[in-house]
């Protein structure tokens, strides 16, 4: 949906009969799910005589953090293991003037492990992919995380947002090639890129129906 409309909010209310129509029209063959959530936002104003103060108001809010908000998504959805997992993990430490010292610590966003496997989740905001994709920098440090990790078997994932009814599905992966060559060191280090819908995951968090997800679902959905 690509409008603009200079209408006041007096003249919808005076013509909202018409205005209706048009909406519902426009909801008739209209399946982008974004685009239908605002057209029923703008219905329900009209229809039930919602309005910006009162009892019926409504609510719109924003957010220019919009990659905090979706860490928590993923990592509510996911069910983040991360406090059960990083003790496991090795830290950078300093070594100067015969002293070791820390300073930083590696923060992956999520972690999940069963038994002996662990997956290692970073929460992307980047969309659309693969027009938006994350630097160098965010894969190496991917990199860097599967292998100060003791676990026996290490899947990597970037998880991006997109658009679609379809919950969650893989669209392939970042390693390192020479050429179109793919290095044989990176090959079992891959990282996949997860899409997971943004409208429906919100929905199964607010409805609880996400605590069924299994972990396990993620070495299915990889494209070998």
């Given at each position: 949906m690509n409008c603009e409309s200079r209408l006041s909010i007096d003249e919808l209310i005076k013509n909202k009969i018409r205005y209706c129509n048009r909406i519902k029209n426009e909801l008739s063959h209209t399946y982008n799910s974004e685009d239908i959530f605002i057209l029923n936002l703008i219905l329900d104003y009209l229809e039930l005589n919602y309005s910006y103060s009162g009892k019926n108001e409504i609510k719109l809010f924003g957010t220019t953090s919009f990659h905090v908000i979706w860490e928590f998504i993923c990592s509510t959805f996911f069910k983040n293991e991360y406090s059960q997992v990083?003790?496991?993990?090795?830290?950078?430490?300093?070594?100067?003037?015969?002293t070791y010292f820390e300073k930083?610590?590696?923060?992956?966003?999520?972690?999940?492990?069963?038994?002996?496997?662990?997956?290692?989740?970073?929460a992307k905001y980047y969309y659309p992919i693969p027009d938006k994709v994350c630097g160098a920098s965010d894969i190496a440090k991917q990199f860097i995380y599967a292998q100060v990790s003791p676990y026996k078997k290490i899947m990597n994932f970037f998880i991006f947002p997109f658009d679609d009814d379809k919950l969650i599905e893989c669209s392939g992966y970042v390693s390192v090639f020479k050429d179109k060559n793919e290095l044989p060191h990176f090959q079992a280090q891959r990282i996949h890129t997860i899409k997971l819908s943004l409208?429906?995951?919100i929905e199964k968090i607010i409805n609880k129906e996400h605590?069924?997800?299994?972990k396990n679902n993620l070495s299915q959905l990889v494209v070998q």
């Open positions: 990083i003790d496991n993990f090795a830290h950078p430490k300093w070594y100067i003037e015969n930083n610590k590696f923060i992956p966003d999520i972690l999940l492990h069963s038994n002996e496997n662990l997956f290692i989740l970073d409208f429906p995951v605590e069924s997800w299994d």
